[in-house]
T-cell receptor
Framework: DAKTTQPNSMESNEEEPVHLPCNHS???????IHWYRQLPSQGPEYVIH???SNVNNRMASLAIAEDRKSSTLILHRATLRDAAVYYCILRDVGDDKIIFGKGTRLHILP | DTGVSQNPRHKITKRGQNVTFRCDPI?????LYWYRQTLGQGPEFLTYFQNEAQLEKSRLLSDRFSAERPKGSFSTLEIQRTEQGDSAMYLCASSFEGQRDTQYFGPGTRLTVL
């Protein structure tokens, strides 16, 4: 399975944008980039995914580098409820399971 | 629909006992997944079903673990002869094949083996 590299932890101030980086230099052409997050004492929650183009939804934006070797999850205006572990995941188009890494623990400062 | 539910939410057992967990997926989701998560780690894939068929099992799933989905709806995960190393959060997720990119997770069952 292709691997991703994320910082162990990050801090951000409430109501400011947050940029969560992810490196995936061994990504293959059929790997989708997925982001999930896990709030305290809850199961993981889908955030967003993309292949080549940048993606936006109501939760976040995903910016994908032109060479696809890195991506950034953008939370436009962080709230205290966004404090969670964020997982960047590569999933081949034919693969059903999710291989999680350790993710980035995001702390939001009031 | 209220999402994926798991029961019990917490289970404490003594080493050597058998335990069984239940997962009720989102209705009409034909895929169901089991993961295990230990403290400080991301979830690890254990196994998954499409309808009632178990399509893949991880090497992590020892012969003490068995999962079933007899009617293609709810699923059970049984651990026989529990060991202290089995202590973890057991997570269930479901997805609809047509939208299999997105898995919806339940709140998990936390197992503590004494």
């Amino acid at each position: 399975d292709a691997k991703t590299t994320q910082p162990n932890s990050m801090e951000s101030n409430e109501e400011e944008p947050v940029h969560l980086p992810c490196n995936h230099s061994t990504i293959s052409g059929t790997d989708y980039i997925h982001w999930y997050r896990q709030l305290p004492s809850q199961g993981p929650e889908y955030v967003i995914h993309g292949l080549t183009s940048n993606v936006n939804n109501r939760m976040a934006s995903l910016a994908i580098a032109e060479d696809r070797k890195s991506s950034t999850l953008i939370l436009h205006r962080a709230t205290l409820r966004d404090a969670a572990v964020y997982y960047c995941i590569l999933r081949d188009v034919g693969d059903d399971k999710i291989i999680f890494g350790k993710g980035t623990r995001l702390h939001i400062l009031p | 629909d209220t999402g994926v539910s798991q029961n019990p939410r917490h289970k404490i057992t003594k080493r050597g006992q058998n335990v069984t967990f239940r997962c009720d997926p989102i209705s009409e989701h034909n895929r169901l997944y089991w993961y295990r998560q230990t403290l400080g780690q991301g979830p690890e894939f254990l196994t998954y079903f499409q309808n009632e068929a178990q399509l893949e099992k991880s090497r992590l799933l020892s012969d003490r673990f068995s999962a079933e989905r007899p009617k293609g709806s709810f699923s059970t995960l049984e651990i026989q002869r529990t060991e202290q190393g089995d202590s973890a959060m057991y997570l269930c997720a479901s997805s609809f094949e047509g939208q299999r990119d997105t898995q919806y997770f339940g709140p998990g069952t936390r197992l503590t083996v004494l």
